[in-house]
């Protein structure tokens, strides 16, 4: 009696299930890339927009002649971020605050920074157009 395989041949029964787990392998990790690398892009974003935050909230301390730096850091810690830098550049009417902010990435994906950074510029300049 000889046995009939349906499909093809009797060497290669099998064969589809090692393919199939090895295919679901790379979409799951291709995914697992994919949100990582969306979580890192929404956290560039929120940082940047802390940034602004802070230097306009350090601007706003300077033009009321408070000191610029503190209450950016104060403000920093709200949004937590950390300020790294923090300059006043020009007198009381004429002025620029510059402040660099970072966060850490609580984890780590090859090839990208394991902090965020963000640099913001706010003051009152007259005369600029």
Not at 56 to 64: F, L, Y
Not at 83 to 105: K, M, N, P, Q, W
């Amino acid at each position: 009696m000889v046995r009939r395989v349906c499909g093809g041949v009797r060497g290669e029964m099998g064969v589809a299930t090692p393919l199939v787990a090895l295919t679901v392998m790379g979409l799951v990790t291709l995914a697992a890339v994919g949100v990582l690398a969306l979580a890192y892009s929404a956290t560039a974003r929120s940082v940047r927009a802390a940034a602004d935050l802070v230097a306009v909230s350090g601007a706003q301390a300077h033009a009321r002649g408070g000191d610029a730096c503190d209450e950016a850091r104060r403000i920093a810690g709200r949004n937590q971020v950390e300020v790294s830098e923090c300059a006043v550049t020009g007198d009381l009417i004429d002025f620029v605050v510059e402040v660099r902010v970072y966060h850490g990435v609580g984890w780590r994906l090859l090839g990208l920074p394991d902090k965020v950074a963000a640099t913001a510029y706010a003051g009152n300049v007259t005369g600029a157009p």
